[in-house]
């Protein structure tokens, strides 16, 4: 979407009450359609996902059953690279929620 046409759409949102009827339904429909098309853009990436992964999950156990390792330098490296960076996305008080005896589980 083009930032004028988003743009538009972002300040659709104002004054509604000086809108008429028809306008609201148009912007609606508007919405429903753009909607649409996030909803469809979804689901074609979590197509993608899933293909990717079982192709992943086949290589890995095709791996496994010859005797070659899964986890290679480069997952471990990811993986120190993953837990020694900071959480984002995730609050300071639900890290310190979590106590020692969850971890045993």
Do not use: C, F, P, T
Request: overall charge negative; charged content about 35%.
């Amino acid at each position: 979407m083009s930032g004028d046409k988003k743009r538009a759409n972002d300040d659709a949102l104002l004054n509604l009450e000086e809108k008429s009827l028809e306008e609201l339904r148009g912007l609606l429909d508007s919405i429903y359609e753009e909607e649409q098309a996030v909803s469809y853009r979804r689901r074609v990436l979590h197509g993608k996902i899933d293909i990717l992964r079982a192709e992943l999950v086949g290589r890995l156990k095709s791996q496994r059953e010859g005797g070659e390792g899964v986890v290679s330098g480069h997952d471990i490296e990811r993986l120190i690279g993953i837990l020694s960076s900071d959480l984002h996305g995730v609050s300071k008080y639900d890290v310190a929620a979590v106590s020692d005896d969850d971890w045993d589980e």
